[in-house]
């Protein structure tokens, strides 16, 4: 069974980025998910290509694969949380975001990345559910083109509260733009248990064609909180079956943004977990036999 652990570091935020990298490749994690941030690769500053060759660099050097990750919350707007979204009222707010995405997707090839995660943003006040759409797929094109030329998948993360909140939603996106090759999935198991009809186990199964990216993290039914391994209701031992049997050869990235403060233990922590339940489930006997 294949499953590659990364850690993102959205949840390792009070270390230089530098040190985040080295703390994973010491713990035994196979890459990161590097999110965009003032903190960490900051796209905003100059410099952005010769710092992503460092960065690429010292990735090379550690033996550590990598996503590109773009959920930092002030980066764009220093008082609005993840503010502009791609569905922002205003056509510039829309268009600034779209510019950061094409750039993390020149970064991620920079990087040799496997993929460029995004999300849809909440459909703002006052906007109905068609203009809400056409936004989307309008804000999207100039993404998902750079995405092809470059050569690295776009996949959209369900995100509770979100627009694009579920899989049917990605299905609606993907049917929307018709199916372009760059679009594809990123699936965070917490999401599944917190809103999804269907069981992680099912889930994982059900998006397998479409998945590039995967977030993994323990969660409640209907309480979109992102918890340590444990404290949450998912069972993981199947999910992480299902996961390896799908043939998915990205990074699954334990998601816990709220845990800096205390980020290097819960990495350690988590992949000591996720280990013990690859290690067990590959010692099971098969099915049948």
Same mark, same amino acid.
């Given at each position: 069974m294949s499953v590659r652990l990364g850690y993102g570091t959205n949840g390792l935020t009070d270390l230089r980025l530098d040190d985040a990298l080295s703390l994973l490749a010491d713990l035994g994690y196979e890459g990161v998910g590097l999110t965009l941030d003032h903190m960490h690769l900051d796209p905003m500053a100059p410099e952005l290509a010769s710092r992503t060759a460092k960065v690429a660099r010292r990735l090379g050097e550690l033996g550590l694969g990598v996503t590109v990750e773009t959920g930092a919350r002030y980066v764009l707007d220093?008082?609005?949380?993840? &503010?502009?979204?791609?569905? /922002?009222?205003?056509? /510039?707010?829309? +268009?600034? %975001?779209?510019?950061?995405?094409?750039? +993390?997707?020149?970064?991620?090839?920079? #990087? &040799?990345?496997?993929?460029v995660h995004c999300f849809s943003g909440i459909t703002p006040e006052g906007t109905d559910d068609f @203009? +809400?759409?056409? %936004? #989307?797929?309008?804000?999207?094109?100039?993404?998902l083109e750079a995405a092809e030329r470059a050569g690295v998948p776009l996949a959209i993360e369900p995100e509770p509260g979100h627009l694009l909140a579920t899989i049917a939603d990605f299905h609606r996106l993907r049917d929307q733009l018709g199916d372009p090759e760059p679009l594809g999935l990123t699936l965070d198991i917490g999401h599944c248990q917190c809103l999804e009809p269907a069981s992680p186990v099912e889930c994982v199964r059900a998006v397998a064609p479409w998945l590039r990216h995967v977030q993994i993290e323990d969660m409640r039914r209907g309480v979109h909180e992102h918890l340590p391994f444990g404290d949450g209701e998912i069972d993981f031992p199947p999910v992480?079956? @299902? #996961?390896?049997?799908?043939?998915?050869q990205g990074l699954t990235v334990v998601e816990l943004p709220r845990h800096s403060h205390a980020g290097p233990e819960q990495a350690r922590r988590s992949i000591e977990f996720l280990r013990t339940v690859l290690a067990d489930t590959a010692a099971r006997p098969a099915k049948g036999a």
């Open positions: 220093p008082r609005r949380k993840h &503010g502009p979204t791609l569905l /922002d009222a205003d056509p /510039d707010g829309r +268009a600034r %975001r779209s510019e950061l995405l094409v750039t +993390a997707v020149r970064v991620a090839a920079d #990087l &040799g990345a496997h993929a @203009a +809400a759409w056409k %936004r #989307l797929g309008e804000s999207l094109a100039p993404v992480l079956e @299902a #996961l390896g049997a799908t043939g998915y």
